[in-house]
């Protein structure tokens, strides 16, 4: 399920999104997955907003989150202009988290991966915003789960976000020292992941901190994949960017990632965005 949010432009963007989506049907009766992209994000020239939401117990949080994160971390950005992004990103998880918790019946939770592709000056250069050539693009990312951004470097898979399992060690030592247990890899034997937004149900053992990174984007940068774990489950981060590194089309990348976690075996619903930079 995708909530775009973007207008015709007239003129050619710096990057380039495609997305494909697949519930699986041979195992999945609902898709659970919901994607959201925004040009020009916080009305701001060649900005981009990218996002994946993989959702459990339901897709109640992950279509909130689809529908509602991009419109708080805009908020958040123009109202706080001299904070750090990832500091941004880092609140709007938490409003996030809380809003579905106050405003949604059930137990429903999300995993998410978002990206915010931006131009900025360089702290030490005195020029004006307007001053197109002093530029540098930044990509900020956050995280809660195990849904997944990965960037394409000079031939090289780059992780930028960190999976939040519970069968990770240092995870499994915050959740315990909340007072919860993990158990067959799962938080109080339930749930796979540690970090989400939403599931009320385990408030205080699965948090909405996201894990954040902040990266300069480079010639050396061709593209992003930010997917679910439907396709992370079944290939690793290198195999993926090379399976798409000579496709030309996002599109096509994103439908190519889809098919490959299906004839993997992949008994998940599947959605992968590919952004070309």
Same mark, same amino acid.
């Given at each position: 399920?995708?909530?775009?949010?973007?207008?015709?432009?007239?003129?050619?963007?710096?990057?380039?999104?495609?997305?494909?989506?697949?519930?699986?049907? @041979?195992?999945?009766?609902?898709?659970?997955?919901?994607?959201?992209?925004?040009?020009?994000?916080?009305?701001?020239?060649?900005?981009?907003?990218?996002?994946?939401?993989?959702?459990?117990?339901?897709?109640?949080?992950?279509?909130?989150?689809?529908?509602?994160?991009?419109? +708080?971390?805009?908020?958040?950005?123009?109202?706080?202009?001299?904070?750090?992004?990832?500091?941004?990103?880092?609140?709007?998880?938490?409003?996030?988290?809380?809003?579905?918790?106050?405003?949604?019946?059930?137990?429903?939770?999300?995993?998410?991966?978002?990206?915010?592709?931006?131009?900025?000056?360089?702290?030490?250069?005195?020029?004006?915003?307007?001053?197109?050539? @002093?530029?540098?693009?930044?990509?900020?990312?956050?995280? +809660?789960?195990?849904?997944?951004?990965?960037?394409?470097?000079?031939?090289?898979? +780059?992780?930028?976000?960190?999976?939040?399992?519970?069968?990770?060690?240092?995870?499994?030592?915050?959740?315990?020292?909340?007072?919860?247990?993990?158990? @067959?890899?799962?938080?109080?034997?339930?749930?796979?992941?540690?970090?989400?937004?939403?599931?009320?149900?385990?408030?205080?053992? +699965?948090?909405?901190?996201?894990?954040?990174?902040?990266?300069?984007?480079?010639?050396?940068?061709?593209?992003?994949?930010?997917?679910?774990?439907?396709?992370?489950?079944?290939?690793?981060?290198?195999?993926?960017?090379?399976?798409?590194?000579?496709?030309?089309?996002?599109?096509?990348?994103?439908?190519?990632?889809?098919?490959?976690?299906?004839?993997?075996?992949?008994?998940?619903?599947?959605?992968?965005?590919?952004?070309?930079?």
């Amino acid at each position: 399920m995708s909530t775009k949010a973007s207008d015709e432009q007239h003129y050619k963007l710096s990057y380039r999104v495609g997305v494909a989506e697949n519930k699986n049907a @041979k195992f999945r009766k609902t898709m659970e997955d919901v994607h959201t992209y925004v040009k020009n994000f916080a009305s701001r020239l060649d900005w981009g907003y990218f996002a994946v939401f993989d959702g459990h117990a339901g897709s109640q949080a992950s279509k909130w989150c689809g529908s509602h994160l991009h419109t +708080v971390v805009e908020q958040l950005l123009v109202e706080n202009e001299a904070l750090d992004v990832r500091d941004i990103l880092n609140k709007s998880f938490l409003v996030l988290d809380e809003q579905i918790n106050t405003n949604l019946p059930g137990n429903s939770g999300c995993t998410a991966a978002v990206c915010i592709l931006r131009w900025e000056l360089p702290d030490n250069e005195p020029g004006q915003l307007t001053d197109l050539a @002093k530029h540098k693009r930044k990509l900020y990312t956050a995280n +809660v789960g195990d849904s997944r951004i990965v960037l394409f470097r000079k031939g090289q898979s +780059v992780r930028l976000t960190y999976d939040h399992k519970a069968s990770d060690i240092l995870e499994m030592q915050r959740v315990e020292k909340a007072g919860g247990l993990i158990m @067959k890899s799962r938080v109080n034997g339930m749930l796979a992941v540690t970090r989400s937004l939403g599931d009320k149900f385990f408030d205080g053992l +699965v948090v909405g901190n996201p894990f954040t990174t902040s990266v300069e984007i480079t010639a050396d940068d061709e593209f992003l994949i930010l997917a679910c774990d439907g396709l992370w489950d079944v290939i690793d981060d290198q195999e993926a960017c090379d399976l798409i590194k000579d496709i030309k089309d996002p599109d096509e990348a994103a439908k190519i990632l889809v098919r490959c976690a299906l004839e993997n075996g992949t008994t998940d619903n599947v959605t992968a965005m590919v952004v070309y930079l």
